[in-house]
Protein backbone atom coordinates (compact mmCIF):
# COMPACT_ATOMS: atom_id res chain seq x y z
CA UNK A 1 0.00 0.00 0.00
CA UNK A 2 1.15 3.53 -0.63
CA UNK A 3 0.04 5.70 2.24
CA UNK A 4 -0.96 3.21 5.23
CA UNK A 5 -1.67 4.28 8.59
CA UNK A 6 -1.50 1.80 11.63
CA UNK A 7 -3.83 2.02 15.20
CA UNK A 8 -3.58 5.99 15.03
CA UNK A 9 -4.53 7.73 18.14
CA UNK A 10 -4.98 11.38 18.81
CA UNK A 11 -5.56 12.93 22.39
CA UNK A 12 -5.52 16.52 23.49
CA UNK A 13 -6.05 17.64 27.34
CA UNK A 14 -8.98 20.16 27.69
CA UNK A 15 -8.62 22.88 29.95
CA UNK A 16 -9.12 20.98 33.04
CA UNK A 17 -6.38 18.87 32.02
CA UNK A 18 -8.82 15.75 31.59
CA UNK A 19 -7.69 13.71 28.38
CA UNK A 20 -9.99 14.39 25.82
CA UNK A 21 -9.54 11.60 22.11
CA UNK A 22 -10.16 13.17 18.79
CA UNK A 23 -9.21 9.82 16.86
CA UNK A 24 -9.37 6.58 18.11
CA UNK A 25 -7.68 3.28 16.58
CA UNK A 26 -7.77 4.74 12.55
CA UNK A 27 -6.38 1.98 10.07
CA UNK A 28 -6.42 2.75 6.72
CA UNK A 29 -4.65 1.95 3.56
CA UNK A 30 -4.63 3.82 0.52
CA UNK A 31 -3.02 2.25 -2.87
CA UNK A 32 -0.94 4.73 -5.38
CA UNK A 33 -3.18 7.19 -7.51
CA UNK A 34 -6.47 6.75 -5.40
CA UNK A 35 -8.61 9.55 -4.66
CA UNK A 36 -9.78 8.94 -1.64
CA UNK A 37 -12.43 11.26 0.32
CA UNK A 38 -12.52 11.55 4.26
CA UNK A 39 -16.21 12.26 5.40
CA UNK A 40 -17.95 12.86 8.30
CA UNK A 41 -19.74 15.25 10.82
CA UNK A 42 -17.52 18.32 12.24
CA UNK A 43 -15.52 17.00 15.11
CA UNK A 44 -15.12 13.99 14.09
CA UNK A 45 -11.16 14.63 13.12
CA UNK A 46 -11.06 14.87 9.45
CA UNK A 47 -9.09 17.53 9.50
CA UNK A 48 -7.13 16.89 12.03
CA UNK A 49 -6.46 12.96 10.27
CA UNK A 50 -4.81 14.78 7.40
CA UNK A 51 -3.29 17.35 9.09
CA UNK A 52 -1.35 14.01 10.59
CA UNK A 53 -0.70 12.89 7.30
CA UNK A 54 0.53 16.17 6.02
CA UNK A 55 3.44 16.17 8.96
CA UNK A 56 1.96 19.50 10.45
CA UNK A 57 0.43 17.58 13.65
CA UNK A 58 2.07 14.82 15.62
CA UNK A 59 -0.51 11.79 16.73
CA UNK A 60 -0.10 10.52 20.28
CA UNK A 61 0.41 6.69 19.21
CA UNK A 62 0.08 5.05 16.19
CA UNK A 63 2.15 5.26 12.37
CA UNK A 64 1.56 6.48 8.74
CA UNK A 65 3.84 5.99 5.88
CA UNK A 66 3.59 7.18 2.67
CA UNK A 67 5.62 4.89 0.31
CA UNK A 68 7.18 3.04 2.74
CA UNK A 69 8.69 6.27 5.12
CA UNK A 70 7.76 6.89 8.56
CA UNK A 71 5.39 11.00 8.35
CA UNK A 72 7.37 12.76 11.10
CA UNK A 73 7.30 16.21 9.33
CA UNK A 74 6.29 17.78 6.15
CA UNK A 75 7.72 16.80 3.12
CA UNK A 76 8.11 18.06 -0.10
CA UNK A 77 6.13 14.14 -0.98
CA UNK A 78 2.60 16.03 0.12
CA UNK A 79 1.01 19.20 -1.10
CA UNK A 80 -1.59 21.04 1.04
CA UNK A 81 -4.66 23.08 -0.30
CA UNK A 82 -6.47 24.46 2.45
CA UNK A 83 -10.20 25.51 2.53
CA UNK A 84 -8.54 29.44 2.15
CA UNK A 85 -6.54 30.11 -0.68
CA UNK A 86 -3.75 31.47 1.82
CA UNK A 87 -1.64 33.23 -0.87
CA UNK A 88 0.38 36.22 -0.22
CA UNK A 89 -1.48 39.19 -1.28
CA UNK A 90 1.33 41.12 -2.44
CA UNK A 91 2.67 38.70 -5.01
CA UNK A 92 1.09 37.73 -8.14
CA UNK A 93 -0.08 35.06 -9.59
CA UNK A 94 2.95 33.55 -10.90
CA UNK A 95 5.09 34.94 -8.14
CA UNK A 96 2.78 32.84 -5.64
CA UNK A 97 3.06 30.08 -7.19
CA UNK A 98 6.90 29.71 -7.58
CA UNK A 99 7.33 31.43 -4.01
CA UNK A 100 8.16 27.30 -2.55
CA UNK A 101 10.27 26.62 -5.47
CA UNK A 102 12.78 28.94 -5.21
CA UNK A 103 15.16 26.40 -3.22
CA UNK A 104 14.00 23.63 -5.66
CA UNK A 105 15.24 25.05 -9.56
CA UNK A 106 16.59 28.04 -10.95
CA UNK A 107 14.25 31.06 -11.10
CA UNK A 108 13.18 30.46 -15.46
CA UNK A 109 12.65 26.58 -14.21
CA UNK A 110 10.42 27.81 -11.47
CA UNK A 111 8.49 30.17 -13.98
CA UNK A 112 8.09 27.56 -16.76
CA UNK A 113 6.92 25.13 -14.01
CA UNK A 114 4.45 28.09 -12.50
CA UNK A 115 3.32 28.25 -16.01
CA UNK A 116 1.95 24.83 -16.89
CA UNK A 117 -0.06 24.27 -13.47
CA UNK A 118 -1.19 27.67 -14.34
CA UNK A 119 -2.46 26.44 -17.51
CA UNK A 120 -3.85 23.35 -16.57
CA UNK A 121 -6.23 25.08 -13.76
CA UNK A 122 -7.51 27.44 -16.64
CA UNK A 123 -5.56 30.19 -15.60
CA UNK A 124 -2.47 31.13 -17.92
CA UNK A 125 -4.18 34.34 -18.54
CA UNK A 126 -3.55 35.61 -15.38
CA UNK A 127 0.13 35.22 -14.06
CA UNK A 128 0.20 39.02 -13.53
CA UNK A 129 -3.27 39.21 -11.84
CA UNK A 130 -2.81 40.24 -8.12
CA UNK A 131 -4.94 37.69 -5.24
CA UNK A 132 -7.61 40.48 -4.95
CA UNK A 133 -8.71 40.71 -8.38
CA UNK A 134 -9.12 36.77 -8.09
CA UNK A 135 -12.40 35.78 -6.91
CA UNK A 136 -12.96 33.32 -4.52
CA UNK A 137 -12.90 30.39 -7.13
CA UNK A 138 -9.59 31.75 -8.81
CA UNK A 139 -7.70 32.05 -5.84
CA UNK A 140 -8.48 28.32 -4.73
CA UNK A 141 -7.13 27.26 -8.15
CA UNK A 142 -4.30 29.33 -7.79
CA UNK A 143 -3.51 27.43 -4.35
CA UNK A 144 -3.77 24.08 -6.15
CA UNK A 145 -1.56 25.14 -9.00
CA UNK A 146 1.31 25.96 -6.22
CA UNK A 147 0.37 22.67 -4.47
CA UNK A 148 1.07 20.68 -7.85
CA UNK A 149 4.30 22.86 -9.02
CA UNK A 150 6.02 20.95 -6.22
CA UNK A 151 5.05 17.89 -7.66
CA UNK A 152 4.21 15.89 -5.11
CA UNK A 153 3.39 12.41 -5.03
CA UNK A 154 -0.09 13.01 -2.30
CA UNK A 155 -2.20 16.29 -2.44
CA UNK A 156 -4.03 16.86 0.74
CA UNK A 157 -6.92 18.78 0.64
CA UNK A 158 -8.99 19.88 3.30
CA UNK A 159 -12.13 21.41 2.35
CA UNK A 160 -10.44 23.05 -0.64
CA UNK A 161 -13.99 24.35 -1.73
CA UNK A 162 -16.67 24.74 1.58
CA UNK A 163 -16.26 28.05 1.52
CA UNK A 164 -17.40 28.60 -2.28
CA UNK A 165 -20.96 28.18 -4.29
CA UNK A 166 -22.47 26.09 -5.82
CA UNK A 167 -22.20 26.81 -9.23
CA UNK A 168 -18.30 27.56 -8.64
CA UNK A 169 -17.91 24.40 -6.77
CA UNK A 170 -19.39 22.38 -9.31
CA UNK A 171 -17.24 23.72 -12.00
CA UNK A 172 -14.47 23.28 -9.82
CA UNK A 173 -14.85 19.50 -9.71
CA UNK A 174 -14.63 18.77 -12.92
CA UNK A 175 -11.51 20.66 -13.04
CA UNK A 176 -9.68 18.61 -10.10
CA UNK A 177 -11.06 15.09 -11.53
CA UNK A 178 -9.54 16.20 -15.13
CA UNK A 179 -5.98 17.14 -13.07
CA UNK A 180 -6.24 14.12 -11.09
CA UNK A 181 -6.81 11.96 -14.17
CA UNK A 182 -4.05 13.12 -16.02
CA UNK A 183 -1.24 13.56 -12.83
CA UNK A 184 -2.59 9.99 -11.57
CA UNK A 185 -1.53 11.99 -8.10
CA UNK A 186 -2.82 9.86 -4.73
CA UNK A 187 -5.69 11.95 -3.34
CA UNK A 188 -6.83 12.79 0.46
CA UNK A 189 -9.36 15.03 0.13
CA UNK A 190 -11.68 16.11 3.28
CA UNK A 191 -15.10 17.09 2.58
CA UNK A 192 -18.36 17.40 4.87
CA UNK A 193 -20.68 16.83 1.28
CA UNK A 194 -21.52 13.56 0.68
CA UNK A 195 -22.56 14.40 -3.05
CA UNK A 196 -18.93 16.14 -3.40
CA UNK A 197 -17.00 12.92 -2.40
CA UNK A 198 -19.71 10.84 -4.27
CA UNK A 199 -18.75 12.59 -7.67
CA UNK A 200 -14.70 12.55 -7.20
CA UNK A 201 -13.86 9.57 -5.32
CA UNK A 202 -12.84 5.95 -5.95
CA UNK A 203 -13.43 5.74 -1.89
CA UNK A 204 -15.69 7.37 0.85
CA UNK A 205 -13.92 7.28 4.31
CA UNK A 206 -17.08 7.44 6.61
CA UNK A 207 -16.00 8.65 10.04
CA UNK A 208 -18.24 8.59 13.58
CA UNK A 209 -17.84 11.29 15.84
CA UNK A 210 -16.56 11.53 19.57
CA UNK A 211 -13.80 10.53 19.09
CA UNK A 212 -13.19 10.08 16.15
CA UNK A 213 -13.02 6.68 14.54
CA UNK A 214 -13.74 4.79 10.97
CA UNK A 215 -17.96 3.47 10.48
CA UNK A 216 -17.64 2.40 6.65
CA UNK A 217 -15.07 2.02 3.59
CA UNK A 218 -17.16 2.58 0.33
CA UNK A 219 -15.89 2.00 -2.82
CA UNK A 220 -17.43 4.36 -5.39
CA UNK A 221 -18.12 1.71 -8.70
CA UNK A 222 -20.09 4.52 -10.74
CA UNK A 223 -18.64 5.13 -14.03
CA UNK A 224 -17.05 8.40 -14.71
CA UNK A 225 -18.41 11.29 -15.54
CA UNK A 226 -20.63 10.55 -12.83
CA UNK A 227 -23.53 13.25 -13.60
CA UNK A 228 -24.44 11.04 -16.28
CA UNK A 229 -25.47 8.67 -13.78
CA UNK A 230 -27.33 10.78 -11.25
CA UNK A 231 -29.72 7.38 -9.98
CA UNK A 232 -26.95 5.66 -8.64
CA UNK A 233 -25.59 8.88 -7.00
CA UNK A 234 -28.36 9.18 -5.03
CA UNK A 235 -28.41 5.44 -4.01
CA UNK A 236 -25.43 5.97 -2.98
CA UNK A 237 -25.81 8.90 -0.62
CA UNK A 238 -28.92 7.81 0.64
CA UNK A 239 -26.73 4.42 1.73
CA UNK A 240 -23.97 6.98 2.84
CA UNK A 241 -26.31 9.09 5.04
CA UNK A 242 -27.96 6.25 6.96
CA UNK A 243 -24.26 6.14 8.51
CA UNK A 244 -23.97 9.65 9.38
CA UNK A 245 -27.73 10.18 10.62
CA UNK A 246 -26.55 8.58 14.33
CA UNK A 247 -23.69 10.56 14.12
CA UNK A 248 -25.58 13.70 13.58
CA UNK A 249 -27.87 13.07 15.78
CA UNK A 250 -25.35 12.52 18.50
CA UNK A 251 -23.49 16.05 18.03
CA UNK A 252 -27.05 17.34 17.93
CA UNK A 253 -27.34 16.01 21.46
CA UNK A 254 -23.78 17.03 22.98
CA UNK A 255 -24.44 20.65 21.97
CA UNK A 256 -27.87 20.68 23.44
CA UNK A 257 -27.04 19.00 26.72
CA UNK A 258 -23.97 21.27 26.93
CA UNK A 259 -26.36 24.26 26.62
CA UNK A 260 -28.47 23.22 29.06
CA UNK A 261 -25.24 22.16 31.49
CA UNK A 262 -24.08 25.99 30.90
Not at 160 to 171: I, K, N
Request: proline fraction near 5%; include cysteine.
Amino acid sequence: MFIQIEHLNKQYNDKTGTPVDVLKDINLEIDKGEFVSILGPSGCGKSTLLSIVAGLTKSTTGEITVGGNPIKKPGKDRGMVFQQAALFPWLNVRDNVTFPLKKEMSKTDARQQAAKYLHMVQLGNYQDHYPHELSGGMQQRVAIARALAMDPEVLLMDEPFGALDEQTRSRLHGQLETIWMETKKTVLFVTHSISESIKLSDRIIVMGTRPGTILADIKVEIPRPRDAHKEQMVQLEEHIMSYLKKEIDKVISEELAHEHSS
